[in-house]
């Protein structure tokens, strides 16, 4: 995760004094609000502090796949996640190599929103072998259709 010492920092009466540039900033990436008279304080968007909250979330699975020691990764990640049971042999052990390098270069990078990335698109993937979208023959439209300008 990001340290203080990345974060940028605001007095606290820049909230009140400059609101506009604060907001601006917090929307960019977390930011200090230092308090003279007590501890300062982090100021993030509600999508980074959800984008942390599932990294922890994740992390701690992982630790649990981690130290689980039944089992190849794949299996010991598709009983952590389930919806993995919906790709196939192959395709599982894929999404956990990939994940787990994810969850490492969030970690590295302090970028929680990697991994929540490579999770969503592998759960999307997953959810949508498991209603049978990707199992039929695709209808490939040849040549160009011209559309008039609206």
């Known amino acids: 995760m990001v340290t203080s010492s990345a974060l940028r920092a605001f007095p606290s009466s820049d909230l009140s004094r400059h609101a506009p540039r604060v907001f601006a900033a917090a929307e960019e990436g977390p930011i200090d609000v230092t308090r003279r008279d007590g501890e300062d304080l982090v100021m993030m968007s509600k999508r980074e502090a959800d984008a942390r909250e599932q990294l922890l979330q994740f992390a701690?699975?992982?630790i649990a796949v981690a130290t689980d020691d039944r089992?190849?990764?794949?299996?010991?990640?598709?009983?952590?996640?389930?919806?993995?049971?919906?790709?196939?042999?192959?395709?599982r052990a894929q999404c956990s190599h990939e994940l787990v390098d994810a969850a490492r270069a969030?970690?590295?990078?302090?970028?929680?929103?990697?991994?929540?990335?490579?999770?969503t698109s592998w759960r999307e993937t997953a959810t949508a072998l498991?209603?049978?979208l990707g199992t039929g023959p695709v209808d490939w439209i040849e040549?160009?259709?011209?559309?008039s300008r609206p």
């Open 60 to 62: 701690a699975q992982l």
């Open 71 to 91: 089992g190849s990764l794949s299996d010991r990640m598709a009983n952590a996640f389930p919806w993995m049971l919906a790709l196939g042999e192959a395709d």
């Open 106 to 119: 969030s970690f590295a990078t302090g970028q929680a929103g990697l991994v929540a990335a490579e999770l």
């Open 130 to 132: 498991a209603a049978g």
């Open 143 to 147: 040549g160009g259709v011209v559309v």
